[in-house]
């Protein structure tokens, strides 16, 4: 295996090459071995400033801020004030969604878990007081119930603001205060920012988008996403060295590194163990655990978290019982290619476990009758329509609806999709460095699928 140093050596060579190859405007990266931390930034945090990216830039970490979300929840479970398979509503008593007999039966651990069920990318701006995400639970008052409890993985945003909100009713403090005190603090962190007033304090990373198909990412229009999803992540910021120093945390049993057990001895463990299994969906886990994502490989277990906020992406990875980790955060361009070059190849020089290969179409696609996958599948956000045409091309049609889709100038768009394998269809070209398995769940009763699971599980209108 290569050294730490070799590792920082040539990470700091190769990176600025590989944002030029990739389009991505700045990366920031650090890499845990053993208790030390290398890191490095490269290219312009705003391509309309040209602000250089060093390595105290910040950038938005999306949706690894669930993994922060889940530390503060098994904190409480640590403490006694949470059982993870009880009603959730023991602990929020106005949760409601459009099914009462499911929101009776939702527990903690299926938040957690992705498995409550109901449609979860909900993104009402609910304002930017402390009391946005109390308010957010009662937009969800009619939210529609997908599948039962427990029934299926879905991914679920709206869990984890709801989980946010539990926090703050048993903590007595708003969300924010409850990341600075339980965990900011006690890990000692000097570059993390739960909002856009303390990250523009410091050197922020401005999203890019393109404006364009297969044009140049340039800034986005807007910063940041509603705060009302804040413990879903859609504003929390940071340095790629803080955020090692969560992970940190996590690999070595809950501790800070002053000794002090932000989580119980066990408890990081346990928030890892595999809880629910995933359908083959290429670019998530084959696994869940208690709001970590898993990849069960032969050489052993690859695990951590992704982020996608407006032209942020960010990337965490680690290998339990090897003291190794990396973060990888990005503002925009190929970033999924960005992380599979530099993650795979910190992996393969530290640690015997592989980065698993991105999923591609077949060279040549098995032609195939579409009709049990052909019909409209629907969410408050978007209209996915799969036809098969005379030619036997398989065509997905998909229309967003939603008011962030609408402010970012997001289009309707055609792709052609090929099978992939068993009741799986993938995208024949790459939609931001990604090709996609759609897979094709369930019965309607007619012979059709009912569900087509994207990483959501979307129901058949």
Not at 22 to 37: H, I, S, T
Not at 240 to 261: C, N, P, S, V, Y
Not at 420 to 425: A, N, P, Y
Request: aromatic share 8%; hydrophobic share 40%.
């Amino acid at each position: 295996m290569g050294t730490l140093t070799d590792t920082q050596n040539r990470l700091r060579a190769e990176l600025p090459a590989l944002l030029e190859k990739y389009d991505v405007p700045a990366a920031a990266w650090a890499v845990l071995k053993d208790g030390e931390v290398v890191e490095g930034a490269a290219g312009v945090l705003h391509r309309g400033t040209g602000v250089e990216a060093t390595t105290d830039s910040v950038f938005q970490i999306g949706s690894i801020t669930k993994l922060w979300t889940a530390t503060l929840v098994m904190q409480l479970v640590d403490e006694g004030e949470v059982d993870l398979d009880v009603p959730f509503r023991t602990y929020l008593p106005d949760f409601r969604i459009g099914d009462e007999d499911a929101a009776a039966r939702i527990t903690t651990r299926m938040l957690l878990t992705h498995t409550a069920g109901f449609e979860g990318d909900i993104f009402t701006d609910t304002g930017v007081g402390d009391d946005c995400i109390e308010k957010f639970v009662g937009v969800l008052h009619d939210v529609p119930q997908l599948f039962l409890p427990g029934e299926l993985w879905s991914y679920n945003n709206a869990g984890y603001s709801l989980l946010g909100r539990m926090v703050e009713v048993l903590r007595g403090k708003s969300y924010d205060e409850c990341l600075r005190d339980h965990i900011f603090t006690p890990l000692a962190l000097t570059h993390a920012a739960p909002t856009p007033y303390e990250a523009i304090m410091f050197r922020a990373a401005m999203g890019h988008v393109q404006h364009e198909p297969g044009g140049r990412y340039e800034p986005a229009p807007i910063w940041g996403m509603v705060r009302s999803n804040a413990p879903a992540g859609s504003l929390l910021s940071m340095t790629a060295r803080d955020l090692i120093t969560f992970a940190r945390m996590h690999l070595e049993d809950g501790k800070a590194q002053d000794g002090t057990q932000v989580l119980a001895p066990g408890t990081a463990a346990r928030m890892l163990e595999a809880q629910v299994e995933l359908p083959y969906l290429g670019v998530l886990g084959t696994s869940w655990g208690l709001g970590f994502e898993r990849y069960d490989l032969e050489e052993g277990v690859l695990a951590g978290h992704d982020g996608n906020t407006i032209g942020q992406n960010a990337y965490l990875r680690f290998v339990p019982g090897t003291g190794v980790a990396v973060a990888l955060l990005t503002n925009g361009g190929d970033a999924i290619e960005l992380y599979h070059d530099v993650a795979g190849s910190v992996l393969a020089e530290l640690t015997d476990v592989r980065m698993p290969a991105l999923p591609a179409p077949p060279a040549e696609p098995e032609r195939i009758d579409a009709s049990r996958f052909e019909g409209t599948y629907s969410t408050q956000n978007v209209d996915l329509t799969v036809s098969q045409d005379e030619d036997g091309r398989i065509w997905a049609d998909q229309v967003p609806k939603s008011e962030l889709a609408e402010e970012l100038g997001a289009e309707a768009e055609r792709r052609e999709l090929v099978h992939f394998e068993g009741d799986s269809l993938i995208n024949l070209e790459p939609i931001q460095g990604m090709h996609i398995p759609h897979v094709f769940l369930g019965d309607d009763g007619d012979g059709h699928a009912q569900y087509l699971h994207i990483g959501r599980a979307v129901r058949r209108v």
